[in-house]
């Protein structure tokens, strides 16, 4: 069953009771909320996953809610709750979605470790990903946003999933999230994405998700080989510009943005240095996502025809 096959008042019956089981990528959540923005996020955000049964084995189980005390009513707050305790400072009460999400994120890279896990957002065209790390407020998530609309899959926004095993990337294709002007330029750059509400004043700016493309979410459990390794950065005014980048720099990037690398040890390496001995390596400025976009193609276009 898919999230969109509930009815609203079933969905509310989910999260208010044993938890809705939402598949993402390699992962079932159990989600508990009485949050109406957490509700109406899932259903507009998550419709396409799968929503198996309430007996189904997950791996993990979190909840977004109200404090309770005079924190339901004089300036409200939101807590996430991982297996009944609290990871992170609780936010402003208007702040559900974002910290349902931002949750979600931190219990795959804190606890997924059969697999190495990247900051860093993940596309694919013709069986090929390209890897963007890099740090906030660089263009990532805004580049890849525009090439999953230019024909790309969306692997993932936040999380590149590696198995160290083979050696290929684990698609967990959930909404992306864009923070200050990027939510405009996605909005102008796409009129088909399914924007939710913009968050004002989180610890980001502005926030505001859109929904994975449904393509991304079938084909979550096809796969992808590595690619390219792309530092990706945004400068006002600038030409685009696409630099060969050595692999001792690009295997740095990769350790700088890499969230469980400490827990593999000597494993960890050897996975992140078969990935740059796997991949082509650049640097990339850009101003212009139309431009930024059609470099992009004309790349995978020249790698198929060379395959």
């Known amino acids: 069953m898919k999230v969109a096959d509930l009815a609203p008042q079933a969905l509310r019956a989910r999260l208010q009771g044993a938890g809705l089981r939402l598949r993402t990528g390699p992962a079932v959540f159990a989600v508990r909320s009485r949050l109406d923005a957490v509700a109406d ?140 002007a990027s939510i405009e330029a996605i909005r102008a750059f796409a009129p088909q994405a399914r924007f939710g509400p913009v968050v004002h004043e989180t610890t980001k700016g502005s926030v505001a998700h859109f929904s994975p493309p449904a393509d991304a979410v079938r084909r979550a459990t096809e796969r992808a080989l590595p690619a390219w390794i792309v530092l990706p950065r945004y400068v006002a005014g600038a030409p685009t510009a696409l630099t060969p980048l050595s692999r001792g720099r690009a295997l740095m990037a990769l350790v700088d943005n890499a969230f469980n690398y400490n827990v593999h040890g000597v494993r960890g390496f050897e996975t992140l240095a078969d990935l740059v001995e796997r991949c082509e390596a650049f640097e990339f400025s850009y101003s212009r996502l139309e431009d930024a976009t059609a470099l992009f193609n004309r790349l995978a276009a020249s790698a198929a025809l060379r395959a």
């Not at 309770?68 to 609290?86: A, H, I, K, N, T």
């Not at 936010?91 to 890279?109: A, I, K, S, V």
């Not at 230019?150 to 992306?176: H, K, N």
Request: charged letters at 20%; aromatic letters at 10%.
């Open 41 to 180: 996020g899932i259903a507009l955000h998550y419709a396409e996953h799968d929503s198996p049964g309430e007996d189904t084995f997950a791996d993990f189980h979190v909840s977004v809610d109200r404090p309770r005390g005079l924190r339901r009513w004089w300036r409200p707050q939101v807590r996430f709750l991982f297996d009944g305790e609290s990871p992170f400072t609780p936010l402003p009460g208007d702040q559900g979605f974002p910290m349902l999400e931002w949750g979600l994120n931190w219990c795959l890279y804190s606890h997924l470790h059969r697999y190495v896990i990247l900051h860093a957002a993940v596309i694919e065209r013709g069986g090929r990903a390209l890897i963007l790390p890099a740090p906030p407020g660089s263009g990532k998530s805004t580049l890849a946003a525009g090439l999953v609309w230019r024909g790309w899959r969306l692997l993932s926004d936040e999380l590149t999933v590696i198995d160290p095993a083979r050696g290929d990337l684990v698609p967990v294709p959930r909404p992306v999230s864009l923070k200050n």
